[in-house]
């Protein structure tokens, strides 16, 4: 089945920025969407369609695409950006939704 | 606001059937596809199966094809996830998830825009 490939970690320290990258074999011709998730908590939507940041999202957060790789890059993190981070796009033929395996963002 | 509760998730024995719910509030709830996508405890994040406006189209992952039956009553504001022979790796948190188009299918325009808080699922004998 199709998969997408994030990086399972990476550390930022405050005000750095966080470049999060998600991979796969159909993402030219597919959208992706980014969903934070902190701890004990649902999956929210911080950018839709590569690139469009959601009404109340912060302006720090951005998307933008290249070929087979989309990235999520968060300018200026903070302490509460800290969470794990999904890719989303659609599998073969547009019969299911495929997530990327989740990356852990740490904010020394 | 839109507001999704799920329920009816707990403890089942492997081999045991389950239903979930979610009420919906906060929109018009039959204007819109719905989805079930679940976690297990510590891992990622698995979409399970999705149903249309009017229930007239259905998917589902080949995880969980067969087994799993999605459902909507759009008079009661409410989805519904029957889940039969429960296996250990049906353990996760399952979240109601709305769509923002009337179809289920990740079409040029579907995404997934509200999440539930989740029901635990834990299946052990």
């Known amino acids: 089945s199709y998969e997408l490939t994030q990086p399972p970690s990476l550390s930022v320290s405050p005000g750095q920025t966080a470049r999060i990258t998600c991979s796969g074999d159909?993402?030219?011709?597919?959208?992706v969407y980014w969903f934070q998730q902190k701890p004990g908590q649902a999956p929210v939507l911080v950018i839709l369609?590569?690139?469009v940041r959601p009404s109340g999202i912060p302006e720090r957060f951005s998307g933008s695409s290249s070929g087979t790789t989309v990235t999520l890059t968060i300018s200026g993190v903070q302490a509460e950006d800290e969470a794990d981070y999904y890719c989303q796009s659609a599998g073969s033929s547009n019969t299911y939704y495929v997530f990327g395996s989740g990356t852990k963002v740490t904010v020394l | 606001e839109v507001q999704l509760v799920e329920s009816g998730g707990g403890l089942v024995q492997p081999g045991r059937s389950l239903r979930l719910s979610c009420a919906a509030s906060g929109f018009n709830f039959g204007d819109y596809a719905m989805h079930w996508v679940r976690q297990a405890p510590g891992k990622g994040l698995e979409w399970v199966s999705g149903?249309?406006?009017?229930?007239?189209?259905?998917g589902y992952a080949d995880s969980v094809k067969g087994r799993f039956t999605i459902s909507r009553d759009n008079a009661k504001n409410s989805l519904y996830l029957q889940i039969n022979s429960l296996r250990a790796d049906d353990t996760a948190f399952y979240y109601c998830?709305?769509?923002?188009?009337?179809?289920?299918?990740?079409?040029?325009?579907?995404?997934?825009?509200?999440w539930g808080q989740g029901t635990l699922v834990t299946v052990s004998s």
């Open positions: 369609k590569d690139s």
């Open positions: 149903i249309s406006w009017n229930s007239g189209s259905l």
């Open positions: 998830v709305k769509d923002v188009m009337m179809r289920w299918e990740p079409l040029e325009d579907n995404y997934l825009d509200y």
């Open positions: 159909a993402l030219p011709k597919q959208y």
